[in-house]
């Protein structure tokens, strides 16, 4: 029997660069458009292209071997490293980026769908990199996964199998692999397109709508405005805002609405403990505004409500400086950071169902303080939570917090502030992108220290993979048979 299996994890990755190449041609038409250059995205799909093919001939035994936990946790890891490392291709060969420490950022930031940046005039960018950044946001989002899903049938890998190394709490929806990747891609397809035409139905233009429809769904953040969402008027801040709602939604719910299950939906906890949490954060943080400033009602409700939104999908738009906000409204965005949507989305931070069975297992606690013999169980959507999912789950939250503390003492030692270095750990680790400090609003990453940018990179990928799946490859248990 073998620990790892390395030919079949070559053939993974030899499907992740035929992708990839894939997503650097996508680009060469907006290039031809726009009449720019065409070298940054030709030279980046032949030097992805040539990968592709070298891995694949290398691994041609691997069709019949099967995947074990061990090849899918180090598959996927070492996915994400690849696809962020190629990434950078485009940055440095435009000569926008020259410097790799300050393209792997960008490319991590894109691919994580964070949505931190190191631009300083992002409006200054040719339109076929703007393109080529917001595409990392879509394909990070769930391109990856849902595109191995399909193109990997071969090697027998499950479609649940790929989906649970990003999640410890996920609702298995369908055994097929192919029903789910096409399902799932289905649905983002469909949000996508959704909002590109609604947004168009504004003062948008196409490139514009389909940028900022690549950020929304994806949960990402990148803008081609240097202001954001700030550039456009109050009816696409609330189309972006809509949809960044919905794409905080868990895409086993919206499989349930297409195969009209409503009552899934209806018993689904997770999706109205998210709707309550951001429609109460939204409130509390428009009366903080009304409030506090000399806001109207209007932008006091639109901003306020935007603003929870974003963080709470870890999306990252924005379209006000909230650090002119008073102190409880930037306190409120700070907590919001360690939120999260819901499981089975696109974003980041720790997420709502585990939220829950936090909140439970206190609950629980306080019980068996009044009536000790008392036999409890954490339940979600009115089934039972197994003790190894109750302790995978707590262990996450525990692991999650342990991480933002020792992230913070490590940028704090590279020169940065508390209040930035907390922040920015807190915003990267979640796949948020603004912060607070010299990372808020008015700012970006430009003038990190690049020690600090790589220690960003990497909270940026650790969060992207739940945590879990990535420091599961330094237990000792998982190098041993």
């Known amino acids: 029997m073998k620990l790892i299996n390395p030919l079949i994890i070559l053939r993974i990755l030899s499907t992740i660069l035929l992708i990839e190449s894939i997503s650097f041609i996508l680009c060469i038409p907006v290039a031809l458009i726009y009449k720019e250059s065409l070298d940054p995205f030709l030279w980046s799909a032949l030097i992805a292209s040539f990968l592709n093919i070298l891995f694949r001939i290398l691994s041609i035994r691997a069709e019949k ?4 936990n061990r090849d899918g946790y180090l598959a996927v890891a070492l996915s994400w490293l690849i696809f962020t490392a190629l990434g950078t291709l485009p940055y440095i060969i435009s000569g926008y980026i020259p410097s790799f420490i300050d ?13 931190a940046t190191i631009i300083k005039d992002i409006e200054l960018l040719p339109f076929s990199i703007l393109f080529w950044r917001s595409l990392t946001h879509w394909i990070g989002g769930l391109g990856i996964i849902v595109l191995v899903i399909i193109i990997l049938p071969s090697l027998r890998i499950t479609g649940h199998q790929l989906l649970s190394l990003e999640s410890s709490l996920k609702e298995k929806i369908h055994p097929k692999t192919k029903a789910i990747g096409f399902r799932l891609l289905f649905i983002y397809l469909g949000l996508t397109i959704t909002e590109t035409i609604f947004l168009g139905l504004g003062e948008m233009d196409v490139f514009d709508s389909i940028c900022h429809s690549f950020g929304t769904v994806a949960t990402g953040g990148f803008s081609t405005k240097n202001v954001s969402i700030a550039a456009f008027s109050s009816y696409s801040q609330y189309v972006i805002m809509f949809f960044m709602f919905l794409s905080g939604i868990s895409y086993v719910v919206y499989y349930y609405l297409l195969k009209l299950k409503l009552s899934k939906v209806y018993k689904n906890e997770e999706f109205w403990f998210y709707s309550g949490v951001t429609l109460i954060a939204g409130i509390i943080m428009t009366m903080i505004l009304i409030l506090h400033t000399k806001s109207p009602i209007e932008p006091a409700f639109r901003d306020g409500f935007f603003q929870v939104i974003t ?54 606690v306080f019980t068996r303080l009044v009536h000790p013999k ?9 089934k039972p939570v197994s003790d190894a999912t109750n302790l995978s789950l707590v262990s996450f939250v525990i692991l999650y917090l342990f991480i933002f503390l020792i992230g913070t003492v490590l940028i704090v030692l590279t020169g940065l502030d508390p209040v930035t270095a907390a922040s920015g750990v807190a915003s990267t680790l979640g796949n948020i992108g603004p912060a607070l400090g010299t990372l808020g609003p008015k700012f970006n990453y430009s003038h990190i220290p690049e020690i600090s940018l790589f220690i960003f990179s990497l909270l940026m990928i650790i969060g992207r993979l739940e945590i879990l799946t990535f420091f599961a490859l330094f237990a000792r248990s998982f190098w041993k048979l």
């Open 65 to 68: 071997d099967r995947i074990s």
């Open 374 to 382: 008392a036999i409890l169980q954490t339940k979600i959507n009115s």
């Open 311 to 364: 963080i709470i999908t870890t999306t990252g738009f924005i379209t006000k400086d909230y650090l002119l906000w008073p102190g409880e409204a930037i306190a409120l965005i700070f907590l919001l950071m360690f939120a999260g949507a819901s499981t089975g989305s696109t974003t980041g931070s720790i997420k709502m169902a585990r939220h829950m069975v936090v909140i439970k297992n206190v609950q629980n």
């Open 103 to 115: 393209a792997f950022f960008e490319s991590s930031s894109g691919f994580t769908t964070t949505g």
